[in-house]
């Protein structure tokens, strides 16, 4: 039984290409390309809490670099914590337990009352939001035929830019509403926080859909869990064919050395049965942590986890901070040339000029609100990106993920740079669509390489390497544009473009993806 099963059992290619294309595959990009959106809406929320809570929470420009920088730090930390338990305990576990957690504490945060703990609940949120970030390409990858996963995994780039396009909806129509702020003593309930309340719904949601999903068979396998990994590819050939399960053609899977671990090759008890309440299972599962950690700095992987963790620094760092900054941009804009019509002036000037009136004013901005033209600036940014979204798919096979990695950070880096010379909010928002659509989509494709090059039980934990990179650079970019936006703008100007034209030098090193099974 042994041999037979050792020299007739297909291997993972052969197996999922037996299994077909069709509903399961459309209903598993849905379900993924729904949480990256989702992952846009989470990351960039603050983006129009910024300007909505500055009275309630009389903020400073210093206090609005913390608020961003809060969820950063979470994401820095998040990472690689749901990056190790990703590739030890399962995609599919990891990947509910983050968006449970993002929405409930989502919720929780739109009653707090004090700024530190705000901050707080959004440190929370990174730290899981960072978690669904890392796993969706990764577990969405892992069921596809090598024909078809490159552009799939493109496909996602869409759903980024649903996200960002559906999160202007949501505050365009909740945070105006000016009839339903509630008070009772120092307890104040506005629109604002119905606003974040309503962002943390969706988290809840797709978490109990996922729960529907199966655990990826290209994880079970690595495990050594053949018998759940066959019956999960029973299951997708059910759905997608229509056919009985048992008429499935493979009837066998062909085992290798396993490489996720060190608990399986020492007993029978594969990993993802390891209990986290019992010490000695603990133990082993720190202890393969620590020996895939250990693979990803070592050779033939140390190279590919330098350039993907350089690459993210620059470009991560650089798009969250002016993605966060951008609408509190449009509103300084706003205000700038709502006192001084048809004047021309850079958003270095607007800044200083606006932060200058505000110092004998209104500090905290408690007799104004947010005027519908930055909804509107926010959601042109969103809708600019439809283009490149569908470009990638359509010639990612022809052109490269690697070509269209340098072409979007070289152009990103250009832009950047423009935005010192724009003299008026127009300007601004045609260089603030092109930068967003071209830096997303440098990010969808460094996770679609990361999918190709690294294998199964290091590819979770690669891209939270990464991602922890791109966080922290992100981290320090919006707590050091908090503070420079009113002293010196040109700096953080000039510093995120060289990061921008930087990781696109970098791309030169990466090798061509998408043309092998994955290892």
Known sequence: MGLD??????????????????????????????????????????????????????MTSADKGWLTAAPMLGMVLGSYFWGCLADTKGRKIVLVSTLLIDGVVGVISSFVQILPVFMACRFINGFSIAGAMGICFPYLGEFQQTKYREKILCWMEMFWTLGVIILPLIAWGIIPISGIRIESGSFSYDSWNWFVSACGVPSLLLGFWLLTFPESPKFMMECGDYD??????????????????????????KEKVRTVSVASQ???????????????????????????????????????????????????????????????????????????????????????????????????????????????????????????SLWLPLCVHKLGA???????????????????????????????????AL????????????????????????????????????????LSFGYLIDINCVIPIVVF????????????????????ALD
Not at 232 to 243: E, P, S, W
Not at 442 to 455: E, Q, R, T, Y
Not at 497 to 503: D, H, I
């Open 5 to 58: 099963f050792l020299e007739h059992g297909a291997d993972f290619e052969a197996a999922i290409s037996a299994a077909g294309f069709g509903r399961f595959h459309f209903c598993l990009l849905a379900i993924t390309g729904l949480i990256y959106a989702n992952t846009a809406i989470g990351i960039t929320i603050v983006s129009f809490v910024l300007p909505a809570a500055t009275c309630d929470f009389k």
């Open 228 to 253: 759940d990994a066959l019956d999960c590819l029973k299951d997708i050939y059910r759905q997608n064919t229509g056919d009985d399960r048992d008429n499935y053609p493979i009837k066998s899977l």
């Open 266 to 388: 020492n007993s029978q008890k594969s990993v993802r049965s390891l209990s986290m309440r019992k010490p000695k299972d603990l133990k082993r599962l720190f202890s393969e942590i620590w020996v895939q950690t250990k693979a990803l700095c070592r050779p033939p992987y140390l190279k590919y986890t330098i350039l993907t963790c350089l690459i993210q620094f620059g470009l991560t760092t650089s798009y969250y901070t002016l993605m966060i900054w951008f609408p509190e941009l449009f509103n300084r804009y706003e205000e700038f040339e709502s006192r001084f019509p048809n004047t021309s002036a850079s958003v270095c000037d607007v800044s200083s000029i606006v932060v200058v009136d505000e110092a004998t004013g209104d500090p905290f901005d408690c007799e104004k609100t947010i005027d519908s033209s930055v909804y509107l600036h926010t959601l042109i940014v969103g809708l600019a990106c439809i283009p490149t």
């Open 402 to 436: 690697k070509f269209f990695l340098i072409f979007s950070l070289t152009i990103a880096g250009v832009v950047t740079v423009g935005l010192y010379y724009v003299q008026n909010s127009t300007q601004n928002l045609v260089l603030s669509c092109i930068f967003e």
């Open 439 to 478: 830096t997303s989509l440098a990010i969808s494709l460094v996770f679609c390489v990361l999918v190709d090059l690294f294998p199964t039980n290091l590819r979770v934990m690669a891209a939270a390497l990464s991602l922890t990179a791109g966080r922290g650079g992100g981290l320090i970019g919006n």
């Open 497 to 516: 473009a060289a990061f921008l034209f930087s990781a696109a030098f970098l791309c030169f090193f990466l090798p061509k993806t998408g043309q092998e």
